[in-house]
């Protein structure tokens, strides 16, 4: 029989995993609401039927294929200014997870895809509950499409995909937990600058020329040079640099 070994100080030490849940992040959101949880709860399942993504997006997954966990965290030390850090020590949490299996073609794409040869192989939803002028909770969700053959969308694609072998789901998931108890204690001793220094080294597109789309659907060529502290994109337009939020702007693929 399957289960999670664990080798974390306290994120996924409490955990609850779901035979099926709609959503990981919402069972994790009604905790925080309901009860008062251990900071590093886990709530975990391998069949979500009604995930949630980033623009409102579902995110769609093969029951018993992949991994769908959500973390509650209790950040009170972060400034509210900051709490783009959530996204940048999650995306490099999923990142050393993955990377032994798919090496230097894994990218970060902004703000915290997870992409392999441009394709969608890991999705992340971070929830944040603001109290006053703190982070009371922050949910970090996470979907990682593991063993999944194929998929509806032509952009998304699996670890299985590339590795052409099936994988411990359980494994994963706690090598994810360690990966992201170590990233969020770097965060918690302040090293913010050493964080965003690694999140933009494997920053997808980082320092390319390529093409971006605007709300619009007009297309436009910029050189990805950084990611402002608040979480904006900054690029070079025409010898100008200019910031973009999230719903601001699209990456475009094949051009």
């Not at 990218?107 to 969608?120: F, S, T, V, Y």
């Not at 994988?167 to 918690?188: C, G, P, R, T, V």
């Amino acid at each position: 029989m399957h289960k999670l070994i664990l080798y974390t100080s306290f994120i996924g030490q409490e955990n609850i995993i779901l035979p099926i849940c709609q959503s990981t992040n919402q069972f994790a959101l009604d905790l925080c609401e309901q009860q008062a949880p251990q900071e590093g709860t886990a709530v975990l399942t391998f069949h979500q039927t009604a995930g949630r993504g980033q623009r409102g997006n579902t995110w769609q997954s093969e029951a018993g294929k992949n991994i769908a966990l959500s973390v509650i965290l209790k950040p009170g030390f972060l400034e509210i200014s900051k709490q783009f850090y959530l996204n940048i020590i999650t995306s490099l949490a999923v990142y050393e997870t993955l990377h032994s299996f798919l090496q230097e073609d894994l990218k970060i794409k902004w703000p915290n895809d997870i992409l392999c040869c441009e394709k969608k192989v890991s999705g992340i939803l971070i929830e944040n509950i603001i109290r006053g002028s703190r982070i009371a909770y922050s949910v970090i969700g996470i979907g990682i499409n593991i063993n999944q053959d194929s998929f509806d969308y032509p952009q998304a694609a699996s670890l299985k995909n590339f590795t052409n072998q099936e994988h411990d789901l359980y494994a994963l998931s706690a090598s994810l937990l360690k990966h992201l108890e170590e990233q969020y204690l770097i965060l918690k001793a302040g090293h913010y600058n050493a964080l965003k220094s690694v999140y933009l080294q494997r920053l997808f597109r980082y320092g390319d020329l390529a093409a971006y789309q605007l709300p619009d659907n007009s297309l436009f060529e910029g050189r990805l040079v950084g990611v402002q502290e608040d979480g904006r994109l900054l690029l070079i337009v025409e010898e100008e640099v200019k910031a973009f939020d999230f719903k601001e702007i699209r990456f475009v693929y094949g051009l």
